[in-house]
């Protein structure tokens, strides 16, 4: 037989093969599955779930406009971007903005005030670190961290915003901008030291532990830390799940914790929290007093506080005996329940240090998406709804307000101080700044910058000693171009921002300023 044949029949039956091994995926791919299209259409549906499966990616970084894309556009993230990583928000040609749209803008005035009229301290400055580009081609960016000295942009004493100044531990903040509330859990041991490290080197500002407990690595950073309590107790509760005073007391009587925040909502999950069970390592369970590998799902409130006075007066409670700052974080919904807190903390007596607004439009590592979309109030309005009715019953001075939910931009902190809050929480801000690439896979344990993970191997992409500067640079810059805006705006400080400072245009050209709108103010 000659070598060619021999190479033919080689070839046929290879070809024979390969249809019998098509015929018989074929067979199994029609016979075990119930979708429809792969019943009929096995190799082009499989096909599908391809592009279905890259397709956000594509649409993240190709067909999406940059002003487009949820929860945060491509415009937002490199906002975030410039000023983490190059200190800086320069832009070239003009905004993206789409000025044709209805809107919030920050008036300016025709005399704006002169850096050296600001009410800012700039005595105090440190050794920084920024990137600085060397050259850019097609597939990749030379850039150099490089070191240098920067101002801390901090308020002047007589600006800092003191909460619980009643409080034998009263805390005294010279900045305005802090990270909102993240759960070990959520986020991974890494993330905690960029965020907290960074935090502290930028000076007046802090971290929040979210609802998932105090662990080592929140103290080591150094930073201010706002240690939250949630509905599940985690960290502060006994072997029953009832809550311990003596744990509470044991995180109390430590120095890095300036204040405790009960959660009462959530933005995004107003039902309590959650936590996937393949997220729950051994370090977790042990935190938090659950099993390992079990899906955590928080009650939807604390057990044991039924109505306002019961809240107030634990609240009461947990300010005697830790000599520190409590506050509440809520969500705004119903108008009755909002009205009641603050006639019962009247008639009381008993006040709360700060309270924290959460707009519905808030962030999450994972909830519901009937929550996620419909319960609460937006930022805006949430805020608006809860000052003026502080205002109406005259308590607003009682306690310091934080907003939080979608913050991440001067701009947008700068709206939410002048319709009346003292200061601004942000965590995707910081998750942005700490490398998060917005991959959507918070809910995973699998996001690939190392941030919303406890996987050690993920992790592995986190280096907290190099993204600590990120997020000093972050912290920082806000506050810089915050006083940028005042200035502009004709006063010395981001505190004397007001309503009458914000205007709304409609989609016609009409504007009102934002005192008319809603006329009282902080």
Same mark, same amino acid.
């Given at each position: ?14 070809? $024979?093969? @390969? ?5 018989? =995926?074929?067979? %199994?791919?029609? +016979? #075990?599955?119930?979708? &429809? ?43 975030? $971007?410039? @000023? ?5 928000? =320069?832009?070239? %040609?003009?905004? +993206? #903005?789409?000025?044709? &749209? ?421």
């Amino acid at each position: 037989m000659s070598e060619t044949l021999l190479v033919i029949i080689s070839i046929l039956l290879f070809l $024979m093969l @390969l249809l019998i091994v098509f015929f018989i =995926i074929t067979f %199994f791919i029609k +016979k #075990r599955t119930h979708h &429809s299209i792969l019943k009929l259409h096995p190799y082009l549906g499989r096909m599908r779930y391809l592009l279905e499966k890259i397709g956000p990616e594509f649409r993240q970084y190709w067909f999406d406009h940059d002003t487009d894309g949820k929860p945060f556009s491509r415009y937002d993230f490199q906002s975030v $971007m410039f @000023l983490a990583k190059y200190r800086s928000e =320069i832009l070239g %040609f003009g905004s +993206k #903005r789409d000025f044709e &749209s209805s809107g919030y803008y920050i008036a300016n005035t025709l005399f704006p005030i002169l850096t050296e009229e600001l009410s800012v301290n700039l005595t105090q400055e440190r050794e920084g670190k920024k990137y600085v580009i060397h050259k850019e081609g097609l597939f990749s960016r030379r850039e150099k961290l490089t070191a240098d000295t920067t101002n801390l942009w901090l308020y002047e004493e007589e600006y800092a915003i003191i909460v619980g100044e009643n409080r034998k531990y009263p805390w005294k903040l010279h900045g305005m901008f802090g990270a909102s509330a993240t759960s070990y859990g959520a986020i991974g041991e890494n993330y905690i030291l960029a965020s907290g490290f960074g935090a502290k080197m930028a000076g007046g500002s802090w971290i929040n532990t979210g609802e998932g407990g105090v662990i080592p690595e929140h103290l080591h950073t150094g930073a201010n830390i706002v240690a939250q309590i949630g509905p599940g107790l985690f960290g502060y509760r006994d072997e029953d799940g009832n809550f311990s005073m003596g744990k509470f007391m044991e995180k109390a009587k430590e120095s890095n914790i300036k204040a405790f925040e009960l959660k009462f909502g959530q933005g995004a999950k107003i039902r309590g929290g959650h936590l996937e069970g393949q997220k729950v390592n051994e370090k977790i369970a042990s935190v938090r007093n659950v099993r390992k590998g079990e899906t955590i799902n928080s009650p939807n409130r604390f057990s044991f506080l039924k109505n306002a006075a019961d809240t107030l007066c634990f609240i009461q409670q947990l300010q005697e005996s830790g000599g520190k700052p409590v506050g509440m974080k809520i969500v705004i919904g119903q108008q009755e329940p909002l009205e009641d807190l603050i006639k019962t903390m009247k008639e009381l007596n008993i006040y709360p240090d700060f309270i924290t607004i959460d707009g519905s439009e808030g962030g999450s590592g994972a909830t519901y998406k009937s929550m996620a979309d419909c319960m609460g109030l937006p930022l805006i309005p949430a805020l608006l709804t809860f000052i003026d009715t502080a205002n109406y019953y005259g308590v607003r001075n009682k306690f310091k307000v934080f907003a939080s939910g979608k913050l991440i931009t001067p701009d947008k902190v700068a709206i939410a101080l002048a319709i009346g809050a003292d200061a601004v929480s942000s965590a995707r801000g910081f998750m942005m700044a700490s490398g998060c690439i917005m991959a959507l896979q918070c809910n995973s344990g699998q996001c690939p910058s190392g941030v919303a993970t406890t996987n050690p191997h993920y992790q592995k992409a986190l280096d907290p000693y190099e993204k600590k500067w990120r997020v000093m640079n972050y912290i920082i810059s806000m506050r810089y171009s915050l006083f940028s805006l005042a200035a502009a705006a004709g006063v010395k400080s981001p505190r004397h921002l007001t309503r009458e400072h914000i205007v709304f245009k409609d989609e016609v050209g009409r504007v009102v300023s934002l005192s008319e709108l809603f006329p009282t103010s902080k």
